[in-house]
């Protein structure tokens, strides 16, 4: 994220990537300062531009490039284009790259330091706005001297290991004789960015900047499955280990289970039992289901248990077609009633009756009931 102060936005790109920047802080409405991390040897260089350039009233403006406390160059540029500052011209036909390198030390005793120490590893943009001049001017001839801009340090001195502004390789590059010119009426800048660069690992010491999270690993493709060499168990081993959690379920009968054929006693008469006919029992299937006008009755369910139906007399003074009988406790789906007199199938009623009999139409209990079949057996 570049740095924005007073109209002006710099930032500095190494290596094709703008370089991050940590613990930005504004000490002054004039001044902006933050950490970024460098790396000896590498090319850099510093973009300056305008925010707003409309909104400025300059058409142009100076940006000059200061490191380790000296003026390394100074370039001007129109409001609406921007000022890419990566070599020194240290003659009228040469220029050298801007690089971070680290310091240089020395074991002599006495020996005065070129550079200023608060100012190692401080790279400065002053940007101030200015005017072009109506007419070209000569190129100056004055050449700042940055010869050595990287200086010399003792090796006692607790700023080894800092990474300083230096130049590259020298490169041909003839001036041009004339140059456009921009003129400020202002002696300040009008914004200073402050970049205090050094090597990743004594930023990250310092608590400035994050510690890198260790990448992982990619994960290892599983082992293809291959078949189990295990041993079968023997029985004995069986029988110590126990029945396997596994339950073993039976599979279902395509037939239904069959149960003793009952017996139903279709005689009027008292007998002793030579006269029952058995009824064999069948399952009832969907294309055996009748329709609701016939009359025909349901085959009889497998599960239902039949008993023989105890006969009740009539009483003397009712008329035997009026009678009728006790109803079963559970209610049948198929069931064939005899009456006392003749061999005549009585209709299926439509529901069963309940506790109580009806006869000659009249409601009686079942103690009355067997006291009835008393006298009637007695008599």
């Not at 293809?224 to 599979?251: D, F, I, V």
């Not at 007998?271 to 016939?294: C, H, K, N, R, V």
Request: contains cysteine; positive net charge.
């Amino acid at each position: 994220m570049p740095l924005e102060l007073n109209g002006f936005r710099v930032y500095i790109e190494c290596g094709g990537m703008v370089l991050p920047q940590y613990q930005v802080k504004q000490t002054d409405k004039k001044t902006i300062r933050c950490y970024i991390p460098s790396e000896a040897g590498k090319k850099f260089r510093v973009i300056t531009s305008v925010i707003n350039p409309a909104a400025t009233p300059h058409n142009g403006f100076i940006a000059e490039l200061w490191a380790e406390g000296k003026k390394i160059t100074a370039l001007a540029s129109s409001k609406r284009e921007r000022l890419a500052i990566s070599k020194a011209r240290i003659s009228m036909e040469e220029e050298r790259r801007l690089v971070f390198a680290a310091v240089q030390t020395t074991d002599r005793e006495g020996l005065v330091a070129d550079i200023d120490l608060s100012s190692i590893g401080l790279l400065e943009i002053r940007a101030t706005f200015a005017d072009k001049d109506a007419e070209p001017t000569p190129w100056p001839q004055d050449w700042p001297d940055i010869a050595n801009a990287a200086g010399s340090l003792n090796e006692r001195s607790k700023k080894a290991g800092f990474n300083v502004t230096g130049l590259g390789e020298s490169t041909l590059s003839p001036a041009p004789s004339h140059t456009q010119r921009y003129t400020t009426m202002s002696r300040q800048p009008d914004a200073t960015f402050q970049y205090y660069h050094q090597p990743q690992a004594m930023l990250q010491a310092a608590g400035i900047a994050p510690a890198r999270t260790p990448v992982p690993a990619p994960a290892s493709p599983p082992p293809p499955a291959t078949a189990s060499r295990k041993r079968p168990a023997t029985q004995k081993a069986n029988t110590e280990t126990g029945p396997s959690k596994r339950t073993r379920t039976k599979p279902k009968s395509d037939g239904a289970r069959r149960r003793p054929c009952p017996y139903i006693n279709m005689s009027s008469s008292d007998s002793d039992g030579s006269d029952l006919i058995p009824l064999p029992l069948t399952s009832a299937q969907p294309a055996d289901i009748q329709s609701e006008s016939e009359p025909e009755t349901m085959p009889v369910r497998p599960h239902v248990k039949f008993r023989r139906k105890r006969k009740i007399a009539p009483m003397a003074d009712s008329d035997p077609e009026e009678d009728t009988f006790r109803a079963p406790r559970r209610r049948l789906r198929t069931r064939r009633v005899a009456r006392l007199d003749s061999e005549e199938e009585l209709p299926l009623p439509d529901r069963p009756t309940g506790r109580y009999v009806r006869i000659n139409r009249r409601r009686v209990s079942g103690a009355k009931v067997l006291f009835t079949l008393c006298l009637v057996s007695t008599g």
